[in-house]
């Protein structure tokens, strides 16, 4: 089966691996493959967050430390067995990473980064001054380590366990990234408001992220206290932080096997030169500071480069019908009625404003424009309407809900799709993942169906995938549903933005200035297209300046 | 409780000082390049370095002497020593600018916040092979006796720190409203490109801020290490406060910077008077709440993003 050939193949690797282990029974050879789990675990998680949601964090020692940690106070003050308390290490990082989460709600960019260092600075200095109960630079000694039949575990059971660990974490992760979520978190990295208006809930995505990489974190402290039975506070000062990020930067971030390239080279490097600390120290510096300009995709994206990439071809989508591309059965009764009804909105940049007590309503069913000169407010309108900009004062009812300041996501889902003045297509991803994302907030498989690849999660991918063809061929881009989004001609990415709002099926789709940019020529078929979509049963709302395509 | 609170409040502002000059340096640099360097905590601790090996050369010393003690130095000794610093430091900030800012200013996903740390790493071990680990305690240019009124005991160190911090803050928000130099940074600031065509050189306009973030780096270095004795590893610590007190008055307004590292270092002092190992957590804590509040700061101006 062809389903099964990767993770065979990843699973005979480290079968491979763990027998040579076996057979080596060399002490420092041993605890050099036990390190390289543990930091692949690290980096694993790292990856969905920098390379997947693109979040840079640089307190990922605090995660650590509280995996670490946990293990450490529960088997020595409270007691508990070694398996009990590596279960709860995961649980206590995972909360950790929501606490770090949260500033990322509101923040983005170097603020983040900030941020994020700043949380591994407190931790640190959180372990290392308190000592009462850390135990500061003396440590904690005495830490219970992980049992079999109650023998603790041997070097060579230690990187059996890791080697296991690795391989789970890698399936789950590869399980969770190729599908629903993984290009959810590469949309939000992308372009957040787009991402949003697809229908993503980018804070929930966010915070996903950052629990992925902290609970990953957290079981690979765990396991180096316990294989340790010791843990003090050198370990986890701002350099392993920084040794986290590198893991991913180096060996490829956004990439599948990136993190396993990254920890086995670092990892092999590190202990080469771990006679000559500062040697060690000036080589990662210099690795941070030439890799990324040397090789921007990391070990990894060398790899790809060298290798041409096989494209998976398309698979033959079912014949498409009215609701496989968005369209809305005009119910007898349904028709003719009002959409969508704005009354009396307001809203002010400072002085600034662009809208005073509008009120319309639209009949579901037919196509509207909005006119005006420049600086009318239309663009204004059309983002309170989708939930960019929180409207001053004022109802919007739309479908029979208030969506008035609701979040894009919310609006997206309940029916109401999108383009953007200025192209918001997210560049990087190829046009059918553009179109996909937009099936993200009609696909019913959640965290855990996507996380083990169940049956259901399998199923909404290929339906999804099955639909988006067929919404590519009602727009006719079928033939560059492999190319990047971003390096599409002009003209072709305004259609590829429309078809991926026609992807979360809208009753009502907003179009602003769908002709800007484009020629009389293109601008006569976009005007067929559009009138193609109003047959579709889809209300169509376009702020255009072009009167020949409003007329 | 009156004089160990007076006490705290002005250590507290000498300190804030520090802090002002480096959030001063981040403002400098984000506003015309949008980048931050990560490594200004290293450029801190190698300009007290840097100042530290000019005093001990001049007084006939190998640079790697860990002591002052035996060694007296001169007013003179110590105008070379700050300007050794000032403009040592400032041309490590070109370099900087230039292997590991320019390939990536500009472009999406923030690599310079890598490449800003790999170089304050390269630094950082270059220091510890020239240094050594050892912090050193370092005499003051306006003497180490302690000054006394109403009972608070003040080193003048301290009011110098708070006197030159006032100085140059007063000089630069001078130059950025009222002189050509001042208006060419700050239409680089707002756009880049429309600056260009106005004729501006950018790309002289960003060495000069990443020349001036860094000599001020270098000035907080050479200040703070009487106070705190040098340390290679003094200057994370005040890079992440710097960088607090500028997201707390907000990392666009260089006033507003000036005004969050001054807060940052009293409150910090106030709280190291009731619990030390408080202090980072606190300030933390309200650098998140202010973030969470008000993103842009409580000085800056709010971004909208257009769509």
């Given at each position: 089966m062809n389903r099964y050939r990767v993770p065979l193949a990843i699973i005979a690797f480290a079968v491979a691996v763990g027998l040579a282990a076996a057979w080596v029974a060399n002490d420092y050879y041993l605890r050099i493959a036990f390190m390289m789990c543990v930091y692949y675990l690290c980096a694993a998680g790292m990856n969905v967050l920098v390379?997947?949601?693109?979040q840079k964090s640089l307190g990922q020692a605090g995660l650590f430390a509280a995996g670490a940690y946990t293990v450490a106070l529960l088997t020595t003050r409270a007691d508990l067995s070694g398996w009990t308390a590596f279960a709860a290490a995961p649980i206590v990082a995972g909360l950790c990473g929501i606490v770090i989460a949260i500033p990322s709600l509101r923040v983005s960019g170097p603020y983040l980064a900030m941020v994020t260092l700043a949380f591994g600075v407190v931790v640190e200095k959180l372990v290392s001054e308190w000592t009462d109960v850390f135990g500061g630079a003396q440590g904690i000694y005495g830490i219970k380590p992980l049992t079999i039949a109650g023998e603790p575990f041997s070097s060579v059971q230690w990187v059996w366990f890791g080697l296991v660990l690795s391989v789970i974490t890698q399936l789950l992760l590869r399980n969770l990234l190729r599908g629903r979520f993984g290009r959810a978190l590469r949309s939000l990295q992308a372009d957040e408001i787009a991402s949003s208006s697809v229908g993503v809930r980018v804070y929930r995505a966010k915070v996903m992220a950052f629990v992925i990489a902290a609970v990953t974190c957290g079981i690979a402290g765990a396991m180096v206290a316990q294989q340790n039975q010791y843990i003090n506070s050198d370990f986890i000062g701002f350099h392993l932080s920084i040794f986290i990020l590198l893991l991913v930067l180096l060996g490829g971030s956004g990439s599948q096997y990136g993190p396993v390239i990254g920890a086995v080279v670092l990892t092999l490097v590190d202990a080469l030169l771990a006679r000559w600390p500062s040697v060690q120290h000036f080589v990662y510096g210099a690795l941070l500071l030439f890799a990324l300009y040397l090789m921007p995709n990391g070990i990894a994206g060398v790899f790809r480069s060298l290798l041409s990439r096989r494209v998976a071809p398309l698979p033959a989508p079912r014949p498409a019908t009215q609701s496989s591309i968005g369209g809305q059965a005009l119910v007898k009764g349904r028709a003719e009625e009002i959409l969508l009804d704005v009354t009396q909105l307001c809203k002010s940049f400072g002085g600034v404003r662009p809208a005073q007590d509008v009120s319309f309503a639209l009949k579901r069913g037919h196509i509207h424009a909005l006119i005006g000169p420049n600086g009318a407010g239309k663009s204004t309108m059309i983002n309170m309407l989708s939930g960019v900009l929180d409207p001053d004062k004022g109802n919007i009812t739309f479908v029979g809900t208030q969506v008035g300041g609701q979040p894009s996501h919310v609006i997206c889902q309940l029916g109401m799709g999108r383009t953007f003045q200025n192209l918001r297509l997210f560049s990087e991803l190829t046009v059918l993942e553009n179109v996909l994302l937009g099936r993200h907030c009609r696909m019913k498989n959640g965290f855990w169906a996507s996380l083990f690849a169940l049956p259901s999660a399998r199923h909404q991918e290929a339906d999804a995938k099955s639909r988006a063809l067929n919404i590519l061929e009602f727009v006719g881009l079928l033939p560059h549903a492999n190319t990047a989004a971003g390096s599409l001609p002009y003209g072709l990415q305004r259609r590829a933005e429309l078809a991926r709002a026609m992807a979360t099926e809208p009753q009502l789709l907003l179009l602003d200035e769908p002709a800007a940019g484009l020629n009389p020529q293109e601008t006569a078929e976009l005007g067929k297209l559009l009138k193609k979509i109003g047959e579709l049963g889809i209300t169509v709302l376009m702020v255009e300046h072009h009167m020949d395509l409003v007329m | 409780m009156l004089v160990a609170l007076l006490q705290a409040l002005i250590s507290g502002l000498a300190v804030g000082g520090a802090y002002a000059l480096v959030a001063l340096g981040f403002s400098i640099t984000f506003t015309t390049t949008k980048t931050l360097n990560f490594s200004h905590g290293d450029f801190v601790a190698i300009g007290a370095f840097i100042g530290v090996s000019a005093l001990l050369l001049l007084s006939?010393?190998?640079?790697?002497?860990t002591s002052f003690s035996g060694i007296s130095v001169g007013a003179s000794a110590q105008v070379v020593a700050v300007v050794a610093a000032l403009i040592v430091m400032g041309l490590l900030g070109v370099i900087l600018y230039v292997l590991a800012v320019r390939p990536f200013a500009g472009k999406a996903g923030m690599s310079w916040v890598m490449s800003t740390i790999g170089f304050g790493i390269i630094l950082q071990s270059i220091g510890l092979a020239i240094w050594g680990p050892a912090p050193v305690v370092v005499p003051s240019p306006v003497g180490d006796d302690v000054v006394r009124f109403f009972g608070v005991g003040v080193r003048p160190q301290e009011l110098l720190m708070l006197a030159v911090a006032i100085v140059v803050m007063v000089l630069f928000d001078w130059v950025m409203n009222r002189t050509m130099i001042g208006k060419a940074m700050r239409a680089v600031a707002h756009s880049r490109q429309v600056a260009s065509l106005m004729g501006i050189n950018v790309n002289a306009v960003m060495i000069g801020a990443f020349f001036l973030s860094s000599a001020l780096a270098g000035l907080s270095g050479y200040l703070m290490a009487p106070i705190a004795s040098a340390s290679l590893y003094l200057g994370l610590g005040i890079a992440l406060k710097g960088f607090s007190g500028a997201i707390i008055g907000g990392l666009s307004n260089p006033r507003g910077c000036v005004f969050g590292g001054f807060a940052l270092g009293i409150l910090e002092s106030l709280v190291n008077l009731w619990q030390a190992q408080w202090r980072e957590i606190v300030v933390f804590v309200l650098v998140i709440l202010v973030l969470t509040i008000r993103p842009q700061g409580l000085f800056g101006q709010r971004l909208v993003v257009k769509v």
């Open positions: 390379g997947y949601a693109g | 006939g010393n190998p640079i790697n002497a």
